[in-house]
């Protein structure tokens, strides 16, 4: 599926499979030329260099060749023009959410217009400017999301100098072991601090409530930028200095950290040694996908297991779900989203803060441990990203004058709110929204099991209409057929098929509904493996495919391939057949014939948003290309929620 | 971990007379110099579990454990005794002491277990699977002595009987039957073979007494049935036949959960996350069961009793007879020496007389003295025993201050303390109970000696 790593302004050359280095691909490339010389198309580079016939940069240099890639794909420069107009028609959709908690509605029309203002303007910066190469730690979208709040932190910050200087002298005078200085030196210092700070904070300020404020964007963006104005820079330094470090701490903590590559050396020791898991060896798996981390279930479950009692700092709750995860229990998004989530709320209500700590920094330290554990059980999702940064930012956000049942009873409720108006009431809404779609004697075809998708069907079947569905499956999962049995138990008619029918089956459907696990900002969507496929041929017969998602999956990460994030699944389960013992050809090979087979089994896949007629989310039904809007003016409203 | 941990070291057991006295409880019984108790406590300790509970059968032995245990783990481990009353069963000793049980789960392990399994792996499985109950299996141990193996016909009619017969369904994750003694026809409850559809019949694994309850299921079970007096015999096999049936006693606490939330619209919004969460999960055949024909969750409650088969290269024995003993004694110094704990160490080396031989797997204790021209072989020798010259000593476990006179060959016995064995005395598969004096130049076989009850 070569065809997802063109633009979208590129006509329609597909390359399929290996290409020769004689005969490099020029692609014509009408709108972006200029990114495109400095930076020469992704398809050329490795081509010509022939480092390896598919066309994947080494992985080491991921972030430069990302960075190369992105600047060669229009999407956020040119859609610029065409997208800002779009914001005002969202109002309809925004409604919808927003019927719940009118109370915030007004809230969030302020911000919203600020963010807008803001990200206007940095918009049209980046596109004089060379941005693209902050683009792989996703900084472009967190900077114009950021930067309002660390303005309303700042001014938050002004009003209480007096008591926060209170506070500190407290501090100082409660440590007399460290001051040798006398008391009045003492005090000379901190006044001069105190000045000092005062002035930053004022001078950002002022560069920060000023609207066009020009000077102060670049350096919201994260350092790779070289290019950036040198007095930005020394603005920067000194706001870096004076401004609470918090905020800026909380806005390292929100970059997504860059994925652990896990055919690199040097890294890979120091995260083995921190690792609860012992991470098995990197043995007959392809090439390509060395970079992933490696899957670990079989060995690791009763490894794990014997090691239950030792891992006290572990909840029960959490290592429960992250036992789930590893033995694939439970799979799905949005399930193990609500698990992870549910689990953190029990950590939470056992929680006691240490002596001589305060809560939202240990908690979060702590949330920090939990998170990685459940990552080392298996890869976190988009959506446990986006929930687990929800989370953190709640904590960071706690008054310090909470006392901390009081504390803990707010973050429990947050997280109930969460799941409640990020899933829930996110997905009745979709289920709404869906159901107008469907008309009698449609032919719906789903593939996999989406929770959001069997819903939708569900509720139409309980509206009355009439309609077929067709239920793709593909191997080892098999998982459309516990869809099946649901819906056939609900009586609804189904048509049962498997993945390799797909062509066959999809002349007479009249409508696709596909669940994702994330939408990217550039309207990939991310689902499980073979929606793809399902997409395409569905585009290929003009059938209209609907994605249902939620919006809280939407990341702002852009993606034009399943190779650089992706997750490996059970070696083993491709190569057997369940129940099948006549089907055993893989079994008895000698070790020496296994050393010349390598098992390829992926989970996920990118599907480019050419395929894809419509998303439909809780904010309403948007075109791919609107996703972005989405992220962009959104995310901050829920880091609020 | 939010777990409790009850170990029920027993007391008497009539298996092991004469091997066992009321100065010599069962939890005291040395394996390899090393009181059994102990193996298990150190597995516990290992995992990191230093809140226990043991509970002894009778006052007595209570004293003398809680003597030895605070003796050995002095700070290391935080253990409360619980003395019980004698022959009221396994199930009777937990129900006397549920009252203490807090934790959400329970971890019920006989004392008497000799394994390296660790206990996490069963406890993770509970967890795992949210079970009413997790079992954990492992193969039968090789049994027998490895030469001249003559055990009676008596014994044999005895190992058949701890073959446990265990039904497990395909994916080998949940217990389906389990009988304890091979009758003559099994009872299979059909709704359970219905749901399932396969079960796994196999005769090969062995219940080692190790169990993960849930609290609330376990306390629920004692007090409706007070009748129950083994937690393998009754208790178990009654949750594993409930399993699709669970009674009233299962279903309290969901209803207690339901009440609690009151307003109609959380509620709504906890059947759906549930829902979803339940779609996401793999089902068990638990949950297909108790899904109605149209789809929607019944009120047909169900547990799940689920098992932890414990992998064959591990070492998990059960000392319950004297055959067991000596398999276990002669495993213990042999394949399985990683389970002697490292307080087990030997002292000062015993003195040994001239062309005095002592083979492989053997461990002698402390202050033991030997005399010229004996031979050791696969034996274990206690403290302070004292032996005479051309003392043969094959196959078999000496306890402390023993002694033994010139010319005595031992076979495959089991010699308890402060036994006396006078001259040219000759022992084959016998068991010397504690104090006893054997007269000089007499010859036993297969017996078992033992001082008269005063």
Redesign the interface.
Same mark, same amino acid.
């Given at each position: 599926m070569d065809a997802r790593r063109m633009s979208r302004a590129v006509p329609r050359v597909r390359q399929v499979g290996f290409f020769t280095p004689n005969t490099p691909v020029q692609q014509p490339r009408p709108q972006s030329a200029a990114p495109s010389s400095e930076s020469p198309p992704l398809s050329d580079s490795p081509a010509s260099n022939s480092l390896s016939p598919v066309m994947i940069p080494p992985p080491r240099h991921l972030s430069d060749n990302l960075g190369g890639r992105t600047a060669a794909v229009p999407v956020p420069g040119r859609e610029n023009s065409g997208e800002l107009p779009t914001v005002g028609s969202y109002n309809p959709s925004e409604s919808v959410l927003w019927l719940d908690s009118p109370p915030r509605s007004r809230i969030g029309d302020e911000e919203l217009s600020e963010g807008a203002e803001s990200s206007l303007g940095w918009y049209r910066r980046s596109n004089s400017a060379k941005f693209a190469s902050s683009l792989p730690s996703g900084g472009f979208n967190l900077s114009t999301v950021k930067h309002p709040e660390s303005v309303a932190a700042v001014e938050a910050k002004n009003p209480l100098p007096g008591k926060s200087e209170a506070q500190k002298e407290q501090a100082s005078s409660s440590k007399p072991l460290k001051a040798k200085t006398t008391k009045a030196e003492r005090r000379a210092l901190q006044e001069s601090q105190r000045a000092a700070k005062a002035a930053s904070k004022a001078e950002a300020n002022k560069s920060g409530t000023a609207g066009e404020a020009p000077s102060s964007k670049p350096m919201k963006q994260p350092p790779l930028k070289k290019d950036g104005p040198p007095v930005a820079s020394s603005i920067a330094a000194s706001e870096r200095i004076g401004v609470d470090r918090s905020v800026e701490k909380e806005r390292k903590k929100d970059l997504p950290p860059p994925r652990k590559q896990f055919d690199d050396e040097s890294r890979g020791g120091r995260a083995k040694r921190r690792s609860v898991l012992n991470q098995p060896e990197a043995r007959n798996r392809v090439e390509l996908f060395r970079h992933l981390p490696p899957h670990k279930n079989g060995t690791q479950l009763?490894y &794990? !297991?014997? $090691?239950?009692?030792?891992l !006290?700092e572990k909840h029960?709750a959490v290592?429960?779900v992250g036992? !789930?995860y590893l033995?694939?229990? &439970?799979?799905?998004g949005?399930?193990?989203c609500?698990?992870m989530l549910q689990a953190f709320q029990e950590a939470i209500r056992d929680y006691s803060t240490p002596p001589e700590k305060t809560l939202s920094r240990d908690l979060t330290s702590k949330i920090g441990g939990f998170v990685s554990f459940l990552i080392e059980c298996r890869p976190l999702s988009m959506s446990m990203g986006n929930a687990i940064r929800f989370l953190k930012s709640r904590i960071a956000r706690l008054p310090l004058t909470l006392s901390e049942s009081e504390a803990k009873t707010t973050l429990c409720s947050d997280i109930d709110r969460f799941?409640?108006e990020k899933? =829930?009431l996110a997905?009745k809404v979709i289920l709404r929204h869906a159901a107008t779609k469907i008309r009698d004697g449609d032919v719906l075809l789903t593939y996999g099991?989406s929770?959001v998708v069997?819903m939708i069907l569900l509720y139409a079947h309980e509206l009355g209409k009439q309609f077929r569905v067709v239920v793709v499956d593909s191997h080892p999962m098999l998982e459309g057929q $516990?869809l099946l049995r649901?819906l056939v =138990?609900?009586g609804l008619s189904c048509i049962y098929t498997q993945l390799n029918a797909i062509s066959y089956v999809m002349h007479e459907v009249t409508r696709v509904f596909l669940g994702a696990s994330s939408i990217f900002s550039n309207g990939t969507v991310y689902s499980m493996v073979g929606t793809a496929s399902v997409a395409m041929v569905a585009h290929a017969f003009r059938v209209p495919v609907l994605v249902c998602c939620e919006a809280y999956k939407f990341h702002e990460r852009v993606q034009l391939d399943s190779i650089c994030f992706n997750e490996l699944g059970d070696p083993d389960a491709i190569s057997k057949v369940p129940g099948r013992v006549d089907v055993n050809f893989l079994d008895n090979l000698t070790d020496k014939q296994k050393e010349n087979l390598e098992l390829l089994n992926l989970k996920y896949d990118a599907t480019p948003s050419d395929y894809i007629s419509v998303i439909v989310t809780d904010y309403g039904m948007i075109p791919p290309t609107s996703v972005p809007v989405i992220v962009r003016e959104y995310r901050k409203e829920y880091l609020l929620i | 971990m939010d777990f409790q941990v009850v170990v029920l070291a027993g007391g008497n057991s009539k298996n092991l007379t004469p091997l066992v006295s009321k100065e010599l409880p069962k939890p005291l019984l040395p394996v390899a110099n090393c009181p059994v108790l102990n193996y298990v406590l150190h597995q516990l300790e290992q995992s990191n579990l230093k809140d226990l509970i043991v509970v002894v059968e009778g006052e007595d032995a209570a004293l003398l454990v809680g003597a030895w245990i605070s003796g050995t783990f002095i700070d290391r481990l935080h253990v409360e005794i619980a003395a019980v009353p004698e022959d009221i069963g396994t199930a009777g000793a937990l129900r006397a002491i549920s009252h203490h049980l807090t934790a959400k789960d329970i971890l019920v392990v006989s004392g008497d277990l000799v394994s390296d399994v660790p206990p996490g792996a069963l406890a993770a499985t509970h967890r795992r699977h949210d079970a009413a109950v997790t079992t954990m299996l492992c193969s039968i141990p090789v049994s027998g002595p490895l030469e001249s193996g003559s055990s009676g016909g008596k014994d044999k009619a005895k190992k058949l009987g701890r073959y446990n017969i265990i039904g497990l369904d395909p994916s080998k994750q949940f217990l389906l039957h389990i009988a304890t003694e091979i009758e003559k026809d099994a009872r299979i409850s059909k709704r359970i073979l219905h749901a399932v559809g396969q079960m796994e019949m196999r005769s090969d694994l062995m219940d080692a007494h190790m169990y993960a309850f849930k609290r609330s299921v376990l306390q629920e079970v004692l007090d409706i049935k007070d009748t129950f007096q083994s937690l393998k015999e009754d208790v178990l096999p009654y949750l594993v036949r409930s399993q699709l049936k669970s009674e009233a006693l299962l279903n309290r606490t969901p209803q207690g959960e339901e009440n609690s939330n009151e307003k109609v619209s959380s509620q709504n919004n906890q059947a759906f996350i549930s829902r979803i969460l339940a779609n996401a999960s793999t089902p068990s055949f638990h949950g297909l069961y108790s899904e109605n024909p149209d789809g929607s969750s019944s009120t047909r409650k169900t547990h799940k009793c689920c098992v932890y088969i414990a992998s064959s290269s591990s070492y998990c024995v059960r000392l319950n007879s004297i055959q067991a003993f000596m398999d276990i004694n002669r495993d213990v110094t042999g394949d399985a020496d990683h389970l002697l704990s490292p307080n087990n160490i030997i002292g000062p080396s015993p003195k040994l007389g001239t062309k005095t031989t002592v083979g492989p797997n053997c461990r002698l204790g402390e202050g033991s003295e030997m005399g010229d021209k004996c031979q050791v072989k696969r034996s274990i020798i206690g403290r302070h025993c004292r032996i005479g010259s051309h003392v043969k000593a094959v196959n078999s476990v000496v306890m402390n201050h023993v002694t033994i006179g010139d010319g005595c060959i031992i076979q495959g016995s089991v010699i308890c303390s402060n036994v006396q064995l006078q001259e040219r005395v000759v022992l084959k598969d016998c068991q010397v109970g504690a104090g006893f004096v054997v007269t000089a130049g007499s010859e036993y076989k297969a017996e078992s000696l033992a001082k008269k009850e005063k």
């Open positions: 009763p &794990l !297991q014997s $090691k239950f009692f030792e !006290q029960p290592y429960k036992l !789930q033995a694939g229990d &439970l799979s799905g949005n399930a193990r609500i698990a799941i409640n899933i =829930v997905d099991s929770c069997e $516990k649901r =138990v609900k | -």
